[in-house]
C-alpha cells in the first residue's frame, strides 16, 4: 500500500467509531484445560488444537501455521510431559495459550523488539521502552562528542533513575553552565520524564522543541516521541477509572495530530532507525479508531511485504492482535477480507459447530464466491472446498475429489491439513483404509508437530484393538507419555493391563500405571477376585507412595499407599476391616450391606473419594467385568431391605450426606428429587432421634 494514499485515506474517511476493547474468553477458560484426543476437529476447543488448518483451532493457531507457509513464522516443536503418572499434554493436541511460545520470525521484525524487565512488566504503550530507552540514551551520551565527559556522567546518572514507570520523579535543574548539547538532552530527559509520568502535553511541547535541535539523535527521537505522545494522549482521553476505552471520549484532535506525527517522521526520515517502529505505531491508531478496512489493509501489506524496512510483525503476537482487533470486534465486517490468509482464517471460524441457534455456517455459494480471491493459492482454496463438505455438509465423498490422489511430502501445513483431511474421511469410511493411510504418513513425517499428530492418531486405533506392544517398552511406536498414559488408564482391559505388568520390555512406570490403574478399576467394577489376584504386584513400601506428599522420588508415581486402608470403625459394633481382608470378604458375600457399607467407606476416606470413582465410571471405557460400584446405591438397598438398627441408621445419615454441602450427589448412583432426601431426613429423626448422627444432621440439602 502507497504510505500516502493511506494516511490521505485516514484524514478524509476519518470517522471515529466505537473502540471494541472487551477481551472474550475461550470456552472454558475458567476450567481446567485438558485435551481431546479423538481429534473430530470440528468444535471448537482452544485446550484441544492441532497443527492442521480446521474449524475447530483458534483462530490465532490457523493464522500461525497459515503464516508458516507464507515464510513468516517459524514453529517448533511443544514440550510433551515427560512422566507417564502426571502426564496432562503431549505434543498434539495443544493449548492454544502454548503455541506462541514456540512461534518465532523467520523474517526478521525491522522494528528492534521491546525486551522489557521481567520483574516490572507493564502493557501500557509507554512503559514498554523504559529500560531499553535507557540503553539507548547512554549509548548515544558517551558517543557524543559535543558532551564534556564530566557531564556525561551527570546525564547518564540522570537517566538511570528513571527506572519505574509508576514511581514519579522529579524533573532535572538544568546548568546554564552546561554545554548546550547537554542542555539538549537534559531537556529531552526531562520530556522522558513527563513521557512515562503521563504528562503528555508538557512533554509534548519539549519534544516538539527539540525536534528543531542540530543534534541528530535528539532531533529525529524527539521527532519520533511525539507520535507516541500523541497515541498515548489519545488513550488516556479516552480511558475511563477502571482502565476501559469509552469511545465518546476520544480526543480526535490527539488522534489526528498522532497520525500527522507519523507522516511527519517518515517524510523527515525514510530511512530513519524508527521507521518500522512508526509504522507499527500507527496500527494502534487504527485500533482505536476503529478503522478495520485501514487495519486490514495495513496488515495485508505487512504481510505481502517482509523485506521492506517498513516490516514490523511479530509472528508469536500478530495473531493475537488480528484476533482481538478484526476477528472479535464488534464491527468486524467480513466484506473486508479479500486475500487468502484472512478469508481462510474466516471460513474455518465459519465452519465451526456451535450450539448456538442464531448461528448460521458460511454457506457452499457464500465460499465459492470467494474464488477469485484465492487466484494465487488455487490449492488452499480447494481445501476450503474440501473442508466445507466434510465439516459442514458432511458429503465425505465428495470432499475427497478436492484432495489430491497421492500422498505428498507433507512439507507445508496445507499438505498436511490435506492429508489429515483424507485421514478424517477415511476413518468415517473405512477403519483399516484409515490406519494404512495414518501409518503410511506417520513413516514418512520428519516434522515434530507432524509425526506428534501422526502418531495421536495412530495411538486411537490401536487403542481399540489393544495393541499393547505399541504403548510398552523403553523406545515404543507411540512415544508420547500422554498417549500412553491414555491408553493403560482409559483403554486397556484386564488382559492388556496384565500383559504390560508382567511383560519383561514394559518400563517400570508403565507397570506402576497398569498396577495402579489394574487394582482401582478392579475394585469400581467390584471384581474383588481380580483385585485379589494382582494385590501381589503392589511395591513392598507400598505405604510410601502418596503422590505428592512422597519424597521426591516416588512424587511422580501412582499412590500405591492408597490401598494399603487399615479398616475403620463406624461404631464399636460395626467394623470394617483393611482393604485386603475386605476384598476377600466381598468375593465370598458380595452382597452384605456391611461389607458395601465398609467399601463405601473405603472409597470416602481414599484419597481422591468418590470423584475418583465416579470419574471411572463415567469414562470407563475398558472390557473390564463386572458391575460398578457406587456407595449411595448400598445405602439406598440398605434403606429398603434391611431391619432397623445402627447399620440402617448410618445409611440414612451418609445417603443424605451424598448430597452435602451444596445438593450435588457425590456418591456415584441416580440421583434423588429433594423431597426423598428430606423423607431420609425425617426418618432419621423420628426413628433414630438418641444416634449421633441423627443429632449431628441439621440439612437435607
Known sequence: MNITTLYQSIFIAFIPTTLFITQQSYAGSDEYCSPDFSLDGSDYNACSNLPVLIPGNDNKTNMTLLLSDLGLARIKTLKPDLNLWSAQYGSVPFDVSLFPTITENKVNNKRKPFKPDQDKVSYEERCISLQQGQQSFTNQVKANKNIPIAEKQLLIDARSKLID????IGLISVNPNWSVTTRQYASYLNGSILFYNTNFSAASKIYTALSQVEDPWLKETAQYMLIRTELNTAFASAQDQYGDINPDKINHVSVKNFFNNITEYLKLYPKGQYVASAR?????????????????????????????????????????????RVFRSKNFNPKLLNEPFLLTTYNLMQMRKTGDENYKPITWTQLNSQKAFFKTQPELFQYLQAAHLFYVQGKNQDALSYL?????????????????????ILEKQNKAQAHQHWLQLYQHANNGNTKALLETALANHFNQSQNTQAFIGKNPQISQAILQKNFIHDFANEKSLQTIIQSSISTQNQKNTAIYTLLSKSLNVQNFALFNQNIQYLPKDANQYKSYESNDAL????????????????????????LITLSKQLVQSPKNALLNVCLGEYMRHSRYGDYYY????????????????????????????????????????????????????????????????????????????????????????
Not at 165 to 168: A, G, I, L, V
Not at 295 to 323: F, G, K
Request: include cysteine; aromatic fraction near 12%.
Open 404 to 424: 489430491p490422489k497421492a500422498a505428498t511430502q507433507n512439507n507445508s501445513a496445507l499438505q498436511l491439513s490435506q492429508q489429515f483431511l483424507i485421514g478424517q
Open 555 to 578: 512424587k511422580e508415581q501412582p499412590p500405591f499407599s492408597d490401598f494399603i486402608w487399615q479398616g475403620s470403625n463406624i461404631t464399636p459394633q460395626l467394623k470394617c476391616p483393611d
Open 280 to 324: 507499527g505505531l500507527m496500527r494502534r491508531g487504527l485500533w482505536l479508531t476503529d478503522r478495520q478496512d485501514l487495519l486490514v489493509n495495513e496488515i495485508v501489506w505487512q504481510i505481502n511485504h517482509p523485506e521492506s524496512p517498513l516490516y514490523n510483525l511479530e509472528m508469536d503476537q500478530l495473531p493475537a492482535e488480528l484476533d482481538r
Open 165 to 168: 514507570c509508576e514511581k514519579s
Open 614 to 701: 465416579s470419574w471411572q465410571t463415567e469414562n470407563n471405557q475398558t472390557n473390564f467385568k463386572g458391575t460398578p460400584f457406587a456407595r449411595g446405591t448400598a445405602y439406598k438397598n440398605i434403606i429398603q431391605t434391611e431391619p432397623n438398627g445402627d447399620l440402617k441408621a448410618y445409611a440414612l445419615y451418609r445417603s443424605v450426606m451424598c448430597y452435602s454441602p451444596n445438593g450435588t450427589n457425590d456418591c456415584g448412583d441416580a440421583d434423588v428429587p429433594k423431597n426423598t432426601r428430606k423423607q431420609w431426613f425425617d426418618q432419621l429423626k423420628r426413628d433414630y432421634p438418641n444416634s449421633s448422627w441423627a443429632k449431628s444432621l441439621k440439612y437435607y440439602w
